[in-house]
């Protein structure tokens, strides 16, 4: 896997202990936290740029993963950990007093599985385009659809 994903053997141990470490360890990059109230009025919505920016860097990586079929274990925690973050900011929003088009948890898994669609769409694509205009898309999206509007 680590030949299909052109990583060093050397590099994939330094960073993990071993394969189960890196598909269930801390995806801290999945974890997002509350945007800052925006002078615009739109509803504030943490940046997922640098998800979009990791995952076109690393592929190669993922897609390898996926041929070896342990991409599977790698979504559900990934959506675990960005469906947790996400119930958190809109918790926070409806708490800043902003309304949302349904509860928290429903809307954070909503957009944590289409996030993880959107994503992998993207990378099955090639990673075309720059990072920051997928997640300036994606959040468009969301802010949309949260936002009932």
Do not use: Q
Request: proline letters at 4%; a negative charge.
């Amino acid at each position: 896997m680590l030949e299909r994903a052109g990583v060093a053997r050397s590099t994939f141990y330094s960073h993990f202990a071993d394969k189960d470490d890196l598909l269930l360890g801390g995806f801290t990059l999945f974890r997002l936290e509350p945007g800052a109230d925006r002078a615009d009025g739109l509803l504030p919505l943490p940046d997922v740029t640098r998800i979009f920016a990791h995952t076109g860097l690393y592929a190669d990586l993922y897609r390898a993963l996926r041929d070896g079929g342990d991409l599977e274990l790698l979504t559900a925690r990934v959506r675990a950990d960005l469906g947790a973050s996400l119930t958190r900011v809109f918790a926070d929003l409806v708490a800043r007093g902003h309304r949302l088009a349904g509860a928290p948890d429903f809307l954070a898994r909503f957009f944590a599985g289409a996030f993880v669609a959107v994503l992998y769409d993207w990378l099955e694509a090639g990673a075309p385009g720059d990072p920051r205009d997928m997640a300036a898309r994606f959040e468009d999206l969301v802010r949309r659809g949260a936002s009932g509007g």
